[in-house]
């Protein structure tokens, strides 16, 4: 995919000088070799940081051979204050891990005590509050740390990005949408840029790219995407001329930052204007690797983008939209699933989901527009969705919002999409979470979060889970199994 930073990994011994440095020399080429039996390519700095010196010569090692991300090796002990200043110089996410002891034959000067160091590494990290992942259980074997650095790389991937992300918007957030509204001054906060525009930069800007000669291939490209479900072929051109002038929009504008994704206002006047709903082409640039939330749902568009960045893939966004009826759930869910009713819902938006992610896909119109603008007539300038049932699989729901008064919240809940037709429309699916009707009452509702929630197509929780903790989110939800009592819960339902 594109819009989405390279990991380039480095690894760096610290040593205390009280310890035999040779072991954690050792140590760290055992842990590269174990990397590279994963697959992993992983910069060796040579330099073991037993002083500051050391450090500051280790870092620049690193810096020249263009790592973005390090992970530091306690290979022993370690010097506190040094190997806390790697991450507080380096210019990105670091991830802390130290070496176990290897034999019970070996403990005198084979003995590390890396187990200890990581106590007075994590408290003077704190001390200096510099940010840094530490894994669930940061002490193992070569083969263990190598595990752990391989769950590194998408936290690592993702931090890159949005220290280098800007949001773009088009036109105020929609009145009767004030879910999709929420203050950006915490976007600074985890290092994401934003620039606002109006729906009329962006119409003038459309209206530019008539004749565009680049038209004639985009539009081929849809077509042979579509196949049988390029309903409306007349439509192309125009949503063709579009897709052109979001990416050269994002090219002219993204300045000092390298990554870009969109929130765009996309009712009730687009349509009209415009001359078709711009559902398809924003799923063709979230499937590049550039999401468009819909509904200038900013936050929404920030969720998708970590999405992508840990999955690599296709993400999109969806409305936490409607009940699945009782009958359709008795007939085709009951008898093959094990999920209550309740643990059931449909998601869906117009027609924003990727291609790639439908089992069938095909451009339609807007049926409520559709109602709204054009009186349930013959359609026209409410064409351009991209409807059809969202392919079955595992799934992340999942969003980072911001509350009124500006403080970062999240939630995080797996669970899968089943291959049950739907029989309705827009991109659509059931959505299936262990303990859904909890979740839906005692966080969703509970803790106030919005309709639109971003879907992962995998199960990536736990890196969720490290990246909201390192942006320093407190509050991270996720559906509770039975039996684990949320703080609102009634205790006698």
Not at 200 to 229: C, F, Q, S, T
Request: hydrophobic content about 40%; proline content about 6%; aromatic content about 10%.
């Amino acid at each position: 995919m594109n819009n989405i930073p390279e990991v380039k990994l480095g690894l760096i011994a610290v040593s205390r000088d009280c310890f035999v440095v040779s072991l954690s020399e050792r140590r760290r080429a055992a842990v590269k070799q174990a990397c590279e039996g994963k697959g992993l390519s992983v910069f060796e700095a040579k330099t073991t940081v037993e002083n500051e010196t050391d450090m500051i010569r280790a870092v620049d090692e690193a810096k020249a051979a263009g790592c973005n991300a390090l992970v530091v090796f306690l290979g022993n002990f370690g010097p506190e204050t040094p190997e806390t200043l790697i991450a507080q110089r380096f210019d990105g996410p670091v991830m802390y891990a130290a070496a176990a002891e290897e034999s019970g034959k070996d403990l005198i000067n084979g003995r590390g005590d890396a187990y200890c160091g990581m106590l007075n590494c994590s408290y003077n990290l704190a001390l200096r509050k510099i940010p840094a992942v530490i894994p669930s259980y940061p002490v193992g074997t070569a083969e263990e740390v190598a595990g752990m650095i391989a769950d590194f790389v998408p936290v690592a991937r993702t931090l890159i990005g949005l220290s280098h992300l800007k949001i773009i918007t088009f036109g105020p957030r929609p009145q009767d949408f004030f879910a999709c509204n929420a203050p950006i001054k915490p976007l600074y906060d985890v290092g994401v840029e934003i620039q606002e525009n109006s729906e009329l930069d962006l119409l003038v800007a459309y209206r530019a790219h008539k004749d565009d000669p680049r038209i004639a291939e985009v539009a081929a490209d849809m077509a042979n995407e579509l196949g049988m479900g390029n309903t409306y072929p007349d439509l192309l051109p125009r949503m063709a001329q579009y897709e052109l002038t979001l990416m050269d929009w994002a090219e002219q504008n993204k300045g000092a930052r390298d990554y870009v994704v969109f929130a765009n206002k996309c009712w009730p006047a687009f349509p009209e204007e415009f001359g078709f709903e711009p559902c398809y082409v924003n799923s063709r640039l979230a499937s590049q690797g550039y999401p468009v939330a819909c509904e200038v749902d900013i936050y929404g568009a920030l969720s998708e983008y970590i999405g992508a960045c840990v999955t690599q893939d296709a993400v999109t966004l969806l409305d936490i939209n409607n009940t699945v009826p009782a009958d359709l759930y008795e007939t085709h869910i009951k008898p093959n699933y094990d999920y209550a009713l309740h643990d059931t819902f449909m998601g869906f938006h117009c027609g924003n989901t990727p291609f790639c992610k439908l089992s069938q896909g095909a451009v339609k119109y807007q049926l409520i527009q559709n109602r709204l603008l054009e009186d349930g007539g013959e359609p026209d300038f409410t064409r351009g969705t991209l409807e059809g049932d969202i392919a079955p699989g595992q799934i992340t729901f999942f969003r980072l919002q911001s509350t009124a008064d500006a403080r970062l919240t999240s939630y995080i809940a797996q669970g899968e999409i089943l291959p049950v037709a739907t029989g309705s429309f827009g991109g659509i699916g059931i959505f299936a979470i262990s303990e859904m009707g909890r979740f839906y009452r005692h966080v969703l509702i509970e803790k106030h979060y919005p309709h639109h929630g971003a879907v992962a197509f995998a199960h990536c929780g736990r890196a969720l889970h490290t990246i909201f903790t390192y942006l320093g989110v407190t509050d991270i939800a996720f559906n509770q199994p039975k039996g684990m009592l949320y703080p609102t819960e009634n205790p006698f339902d």
